[in-house]
T-cell receptor, first 115, second 113 residues
Framework: GAVVSQHPSWVICKSGTSVKIECRSL??????MFWYRQFPKQSLMLMAT?????????EQGVEKDKFLINHASLTLSTLTVTSAHPEDSSFYIC???????????FGSGTQLSVL | GQQLNQSPQSMFIQEGEDVSMNCTSS?????WLWYKQDPGEGPVLLIA?????ELTSNGRLTAQFGITRKDSFLNISASIPSDVGIYFC?????????????FGKGTKLSVKP
């Protein structure tokens, strides 16, 4: 089946530093990838839609200068949390839309802890 | 915007019991999806429904796409301990460039051996 690899699985960083999270579709092409944020015991909230070769589309209330998204190839999207602060601590999940059947496949998530 | 109401919020059941959970929406979707999420992991797709009235099974799981296109349910028969987790419904409308999912708040399932 289609596999989406998300890396790293967890990261601890100091306040003020930047963190990059990668989302790769391993055996299919994904022209569209999505980034979600999930707080403990909450549902997934869409942050942004990442389209290959163009600018990401951000949901209302999500700072695009804070959460930089790059989708430079058909198999890779990255989310960079810039100048991270403790309130950015969360579980971040990506999904990739299969270019053939349009089904969504999810990464395993990244737990970010900002000290 | 569209909202999903998922219920129940949590369930505590005995192994072997059947489970039922549902989602309702304030407006229609043309696709309903059910996911399971284990702690510290991303959601895994269980069942996808693409047509109103569609009833689909995946092993012990059965899900239906409501006729009104505003609701869906998921049933789990003869639950086992590994069914423990959080189950999310999600609605999606294809079309346009995004096709993003809207998730329900989840149903936390606990199974007592």
């Amino acid at each position: 089946g289609a596999v989406v690899s998300q890396h790293p699985s967890w990261v601890i960083c100091k306040s003020g530093t930047s963190v990059k999270i990668e989302c790769r579709s391993l055996d299919f092409q994904a022209t569209t990838m999505f980034w979600y944020r999930q707080f403990p015991k909450q549902s997934l909230m869409l942050m942004a839609t990442s389209n290959e070769g163009s600018k990401a589309t951000y949901e209302q209330g999500v700072e695009k200068d804070k959460f930089l998204i790059n989708h430079a190839s058909l198999t890779l999207s990255t989310l960079t949390v810039t100048s991270a602060h403790p309130e950015d601590s969360s579980f971040y999940i990506c999904s990739a839309r299969h270019h053939m059947n349009e089904k969504l496949f999810f990464g395993s998530g990244t737990q970010l802890s900002v000290l | 915007g569209q909202q999903l109401n998922q219920s129940p919020q949590s369930m505590f059941i005995q192994e072997g019991e059947d489970v039922s959970m549902n989602c309702t929406s304030s407006s229609i979707f043309n696709t309903w999806l059910w996911y399971k999420q284990d702690p510290g992991e991303g959601p895994v797709l269980l069942i996808a429904l693409y047509k109103a009235g569609e009833l689909t099974s995946n092993g012990r799981l059965t899900a239906q796409f409501g006729i009104t296109r505003k609701d869906s349910f998921l049933n789990i028969s003869a639950s086992i301990p590994s069914d423990v987790g959080i189950y999310f419904c999600a609605g999606m409308n294809y079309g346009g460039s995004q096709g993003n999912l809207i998730f329900g708040k989840g149903t936390k399932l606990s199974v007592k051996p």
